[in-house]
């Protein structure tokens, strides 16, 4: 790669986050877009191969926290960038806990993007963090049971978990928390 061509990549992320700051949003947003992409890229290679490199899941974290210290930096807000180290954290603990207990699900990559989709969740608030951490696996169930009684197969095989970590997480980002509680 040429220092030429990584000049021009990081104009271009220096003008969309530029870009973001004078439409009038929050610096944050900037992650939000990065993780998107980033998130929903990641999900796709697990759903597809039931694996997906360790080299974008550092990608994502990486990106994440950089634009997350960014935003921290612009919008002064140290309280927010705290409860999203925190947050990514005990997601992070939790989902290996889980992995432990039962032996693989979900799995050490899963575990890996937790910290940063936990992270996400802390910016939020902490009601988000609660319902980021079981909202992909109530997903996960209703899918399953979905497929089986569709499918009206005994083995369901294999399954990536990394898209309802995705979808969950979007879910308790973009909901008011704890709203689907009132329907399990």
Known sequence: MSSNSSTVR???AGMWFGAVLLAGGDAILTAWLALILLCVWAAWIDHFTLRF??????LTTAVGLMFGAFAVAVDQDPA?????LLAGMLVFAFNLAFAIVTRGYPGLADVRLSFILGAAL???GWMNVLSGMLLPN???LVVML???LIGRRKDLGEFGFAPFLVAGTALAIAVPPMWWIVWI
């Open 138 to 140: 109530v997903l996960a």
């Open 122 to 124: 802390g910016w939020v």
């Open 80 to 84: 927010a960038g705290g409860r999203a």
């Open 10 to 12: 990081l104009m271009t």
């Open 53 to 58: 490199p360790l080299t974008l899941i550092r």
């Open 146 to 148: 979905w497929v089986k």
